[in-house]
């Protein structure tokens, strides 16, 4: 047993048009009224966060974006700002998502970045890392893990701290929108590796509060498995997170 509370986030992708964001949410927010001990979350595309704030209302559910760029403002088309994320009503930002760094070439330094100023505007990172099935076949599943968390954690490290509240995504990628889920005793032994590396990097307070979610084919009838393990602190949820029927029995796996 430990302290930390389960996350289960949604992360929408490039999916759902305004009325079908607002209408999830609102089905959401429906069936986990009165639901404690879980905190849910949901990552609508930009141009969908106000109606979803909206459509949250009062309910327990937090709102974050999938991406965010480093500088406050200025001449960079096509860029988004923390600033603007926080008046569109985010707590949460996912950055570094596996998508982000095959398909447009987010490095691990550029992630560090957006980590910080996501940091500055009060905005808690989601940060991903996984290792590709080449890595994982190559038995480099550890070392691809340690330099992403290395390099993307850069700014905290140089600090010599790492605030409690930011939230780690262990998604392997040969594991995202295949149907191929690791086994929660790989997803575990990878967890376990982040939460050590965590303690001898800072220290053993920040590893124990420091959620770490794990993200890939994250569907309801594998939640339970894989949330009963020691260091898998929730789970970021892609194709399952698009419908209320899918999305809901994750968030209650434990009534499964
Ligand atoms: P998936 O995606 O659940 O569709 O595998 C997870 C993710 O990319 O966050």
Redesign the pocket.
Known sequence: MNDRTVMIAG?WKMNLNLDESANLVKAIAEEIQGLDGVDVLVAPPFTSLPAAKQAIGDARILLAAQNMYWEPDGAYTGEISGQMLVEAGCSHVILG?S?RRSLFGESSEMVDLKVKAAMLMGLIPIICIGETLEAREAGRTFEVVKEQLEGSLKNFIDEHSMPPSTILAY?PVW???TGKTATPEQAQEVHHFIRQWIEERFDKDTADLVRILY????KPDNAKDLMSRQDIDGA?????SLKADLFVPIIKYQES
């Open positions: 992360n998502h998508e998604e594991a995202i929108g993200g890939g084919s994250v970021l949820v892609g194709g399952a």
